[in-house]
């Protein structure tokens, strides 16, 4: 069993929608937990980062956590074509080692 | 401007032959890491260092090797034990202070073996 399992879609979705994004984790010693964008053919960046379960949001961007059933979301609101991209999620120890999803392929038809 | 680079942005590997990827970073991170991303699987760690002069293997390590004789510099050796080394190569770098270990990753070089 990999220590991150994620969807790995593809997703596709009307520009406007709600993009509803799942990972889950093993590893209950996991304490950060982060989403990256990745455009294709280019290095990942960095959406949003948590430590906490609860809620998180920057702007169209919701990040949610859920310690106790060790799962986490990402939520994109009001999608737009420039959304689509593959999403990992990322989780890491206390070793500062991340695990990684395998990435979900999104894309926001116009 | 800071951030991570990574050089060349494609590289062609000949059957036997050992070629190196160049990763630099001028945040003053601590910490550098390599990953090979294939599709549908993920990033996996090849090595990662957190000081100069040390590092460590990650999950796939056989038949890469890598260097920190700087903070700024972790460069990865693709040897030619690398029976299957076409992949998109990702550089990784972080700060280990409290609260700030998120990861920054570089551009990417894709290898392509001729």
């Known amino acids: 069993q990999k220590e991150v399992e994620q969807d790995p879609g593809p997703l596709s979705v009307p520009e406007g929608a709600i993009v509803s994004l799942n990972c889950t984790y093993s590893n209950s010693a996991f304490q950060y937990f982060m989403w990256y964008r990745q455009y294709s053919r280019k290095g990942p960046e960095l959406l949003m980062y948590t430590y906490s379960s609860g809620n998180k949001e920057d702007g169209r961007f919701t990040a949610q956590v859920d310690k106790s059933s060790k799962y986490i979301s990402l939520f994109i609101r009001d999608s737009q074509p420039s959304d689509s991209a593959t999403y990992l999620c990322a989780i890491m120890g206390y070793d500062y080692k991340l695990s990684f999803g395998a990435g979900t392929t999104v894309t926001v038809r116009a | 401007d800071g951030g991570i680079t990574q050089s060349p942005k494609y590289l062609f590997r000949k059957e036997g032959q050992n070629v190196t990827l160049s990763c630099e970073q001028n945040l003053n991170h601590d910490a550098m890491y390599w990953y090979r991303q294939d599709p549908g699987q993920g990033l996996r760690l090849i090595y990662y260092?957190?000081?100069?002069?040390?590092?460590q293997k990650g999950d796939i390590a056989e038949g890469y090797s890598v260097s920190r004789e700087k903070k700024e510099s972790f460069p990865l050796t693709v040897t030619s034990a690398q029976k299957n080394p076409t992949a998109f190569y990702l550089c990784?770098?972080?700060?280990?202070?409290?609260?700030?270990?998120?990861?920054?990753f570089g551009p990417g070089t894709r290898l392509l073996v001729l």
């Open positions: 260092s957190q000081i100069v002069n040390d590092f």
């Open positions: 990784a770098s972080n700060t280990l202070a409290g609260g700030q270990e998120t990861q920054y």
